[in-house]
């Protein structure tokens, strides 16, 4: 479901279905790979999947579909993937014609009749205060597993403080993955209250591939039976975002 922003604007998804011959699929998937690096990297990006089937006559069927929420503009992301193109001097209508390659390219809105009412969404950006990486349990110093205990502040829609307890795995200065878990108190949309959400991800060179959830009745005050999905994000320099789609049980 293409997520909305703060104010209801709606998201949108990107579906590309492509025929190739076997001889051409490997030359193609790559192509999308590369071009998948640079929309993982768009503001707004939530997820993408890179689907393959057999075709019934010789060949492949390749289906791709990225998903960006309501903070992303499609003519951003569609300069950013010609600004790459432009760089690797790629013609991607050049590649279609040498390999012969059926290509059918739409961009997708939410049909906004079949959104639930129920549904809300609120954000906000958030501080986290100084914290020290310490060695997971007894381990030696030099482990490249770690945990710590990160105090945040949210100002926006979501307004309060968590205490998140989180173990991360540090591969090299810029390529992280951790999983946290922050006990929230606060207010939502001016509903006073607390509960807990879980997230994680992956930090890959400064791209960062999150989840995150509401812990199923953890909601408690005028927040008590909140369930969704948390998206969390890092906007270079210095911004934290934190998204919320709830409903309430």
Known sequence: MAQTNATGSPGFVRVDRF??????RDELLRRIQETHEVLRAQRGYVRDYVLER??????VGLMTIVEWDGTARPETVRDA???????????????YARLRVEA???????????VSPSAASASGTYENDPADELPFDDAPDTTLLKRATVRRRYTGDIAGSSTAH??????TADRVGYVATDIFDGAVAG?????????????????????GYVVPGSGSGELAGIMGDIEIAFVPPATHTIALTYRFE
């Open 81 to 95: 993937v010609r600004e790459m193109h432009r760089r690797a001097n790629f013609d991607p209508n050049e590649m």
């Open 104 to 114: 059918d390219i739409e961009t997708y809105h939410e049909t906004r009749s079949l």
């Open 54 to 59: 057999a075709n019934p006559s010789d060949g």
């Open 19 to 24: 025929n190739v011959s076997a001889a051409g």
């Open 191 to 211: 509903r006073k209250g607390g509960f807990v959400f879980q997230h994680g991800g992956s930090i890959d060179r400064g791209v960062l591939r999150p989840f």
């Open 166 to 171: 989180v173990m991360m795995y540090r591969s």
